[in-house]
């Protein structure tokens, strides 16, 4: 299975390495999207709990002097782009040190609130969007919280390959909320894994996650 699940991720990954190396003459490029997402979540904007784009992503457009992308397409590669926003994201991080663990709170936070659903923007969505996005919340948090009493008494069946999966998501999703930012589509894996726990809870003999 090992092997198997190998193949299975590193064979597709190598592929786009390669093809990634034939355009952009760089190795290794995963995307060319890091160095934005990581600008975007740090910067005087979204690490400022004052702010309204707090412990989020903005697009690099609306941090305040910042030239705009389309000044600077007309100059740099979308590799040299990427680098180039990786760069001032790394500086604001070595220069704003000790806002970091205020941010990294926020992220939690953010990621535990209520969020706005993907159809609030239309005119029909946003009449229910606030009746949405309480039913959601109410009860993405009782599946935590069961999820976490039942796995804190050792109720929940765990078979050894489901909880090699469910730990590795749930490590996975809490690099991505305190690296990134809580937003709830980044929930989504782990939450599909911990349904079918909480409802089988019970149903066989206990087997604790190994």
């Given amino acids: 299975r090992l092997i198997a699940a190998a193949v299975l991720f590193y064979v597709p990954l190598g592929a786009w390495l390669v093809r990634n190396y034939a355009v952009t003459g760089a190795f290794p490029v995963v995307l060319t999207k890091a160095g934005e997402n990581i600008y975007g979540t740090y910067n005087v904007l979204t690490a400022n709990p004052r702010d309204s784009h707090f412990a989020r992503w903005i697009p690099a457009d609306i941090i305040p002097g910042q030239e705009s992308q389309l000044s600077l397409v007309a100059r740099m590669s979308e590799l040299e782009l990427s680098r180039y926003y990786e760069a001032k994201g790394r500086r604001f991080i070595a220069e704003h040190w000790k806002d970091m663990p205020v941010l990294l709170v926020g992220r939690v936070l953010y990621a535990a ?98």
């Fill in 113 to 210: 609130a209520p969020q706005w659903p993907p159809f609030g923007d239309t005119p029909t969505g946003a009449r229910y969007a606030t009746l949405y996005r309480t039913a959601e919340w109410i009860c993405r948090l009782a599946l935590y919280a069961t999820a976490a009493i039942l796995l804190w008494r050792g109720a929940l069946r765990l078979d050894s390959w489901y909880g090699q999966i469910l730990t590795a998501t749930l490590l996975m999703t809490a690099t991505t909320v305190l690296l990134y930012y809580g937003w709830e589509r980044f929930l989504y894996q782990l939450t599909v894994l911990w349904v079918p726990l909480v409802c089988s809870a019970g149903a066989r003999p206990r087997v604790r996650m190994p």
